[in-house]
């Protein structure tokens, strides 16, 4: 299993109750594609670099999650279809085990 980083902006002409569900949707998804979630993290709501869909703020969430490939296309799969969701990002954590190695070996 691989880990790897969500960030989800929602819109917040939505309810908050209405966000929360959709993020309990994501989580859902996630976990039947084979994934499992770990640190969400909510940034409440910010106001965009740019306009999006008519938008200036945006309700930000960031989760951490662990899951092979098939996983993250489930994910975005269902992020891009979900209404509530303005843009979203998957990136791919670097290995805590790797990153240390690579550290181990630069310095000797």
Known sequence: MRPYETMMIFDVAVDAQDIQLALDRAIEAMK????S????????KRTLAYEMNKRREGYYVIVE???????????DRHLTL?????????LRLPEKGAAAKRLAAGAA
Do not use: N, Q, Y
């Open 32 to 35: 039947a594609a084979g994934g």
């Open 37 to 44: 979630p770990g640190k969400i993290d909510r940034w409440g």
């Open 65 to 75: 999650f662990s899951g092979e490939p098939a996983t993250v296309v489930a994910l």
């Open 82 to 90: 979900a209404p509530e969701v303005l843009r979203h990002k998957i």
